[in-house]
């Protein structure tokens, strides 16, 4: 049983437009979330996380948002740039343990 | 969906032993795998990566000699931490990914292993 879910495996976006990559989990004991964001034959690099005392954290164009209530966390991008054509992956930690989701691959259209 | 499996889930050892992790991708080759350290509440950090009959290529300030990695076939790679000590104390993970997935899954998808905590004593 998938304990993150990434239900997109890939999202087309114009670019300048804003990327909005989604994320559900189900276990309620995941404390900190992170993505990654992937290159093809390149391993993951880390993005930006959040721990679950927030609802935001914001980096520069990159800014995820958590709701613990629905137990859902997205990434938005914005504005999108070729550049940001990737997989990227959504993760989970319970501190002891991390989850990784399946991913997404975002295409950012000129 | 792909499997990667890491043995053992958790290993305790006292300093200077030598502990080997492995890797293995149960449903598909993997060309490539990837080695990573987690300290608490902090991303991964790459180690290196692990090519399948190439030697590993490392990142930058990780002591290969420290951690020898070994793709011996196209689904196993192994890590070893050689003389270990207190602060090799971490929780390592695998990802593999490219190759001949079943599936017709794309070669840059990658599957995380489960972790391995490693305490030194």
């Known amino acids: 049983d998938q304990q993150v879910k990434q239900n997109s495996p890939s999202l087309s976006v114009q670019e300048g437009r804003i990327s909005i990559l989604n994320c559900d989990y189900t276990n309620s004991m995941f404390d900190y979330f992170l993505w990654y964001k992937k290159y093809p034959a390149e391993g993951p690099t880390f993005l930006i996380s959040i721990s679950s005392i927030k609802d935001k954290n914001e980096d520069g164009r990159f800014t995820v948002f958590l709701n613990k209530s629905a137990k859902h966390l997205s990434l938005h991008i914005v504005p999108s740039q070729p550049g940001d054509s990737a997989v990227y992956f959504c993760?989970?930690?319970?501190?002891?343990?991390?989850?990784f989701g399946k991913g997404t691959r975002l295409h950012i259209l000129p | 969906g792909a499997v990667v499996s890491q043995h053992p889930s958790r290993v305790i050892c006292k300093s200077g032993t030598s502990v080997k992790i492995e890797c293995r991708s149960l449903?598909?080759?993997?060309?490539?795998m990837f080695w990573y350290r987690q300290f608490p509440k902090q991303s991964l950090m790459l180690m290196a990566t692990?090519?399948?009959?190439?030697?590993?290529?490392?990142e930058q300030g990780v002591e290969k000699d420290k951690f020898l990695i070994n793709h011996a076939s196209l689904t196993l790679s192994t890590l070893t931490v050689t003389s270990a000590h207190p602060e090799d104390s971490s929780f390592y993970i695998c990802?593999?990914?490219?190759?001949?997935?079943?599936?017709?899954?794309?070669?840059?998808?990658?599957?995380f292993g489960p972790g391995t905590r490693l305490l030194v004593l």
């Open positions: 692990s090519n399948e009959g190439s030697k590993a290529t490392y």
């Open positions: 993760a989970a930690s319970d501190g002891d343990k991390i989850i």
């Open positions: 449903d598909f080759q993997a060309t490539t």
């Open positions: 990802s593999a990914g490219g190759g001949d997935l079943r599936g017709g899954h794309r070669e840059e998808t990658q599957y």
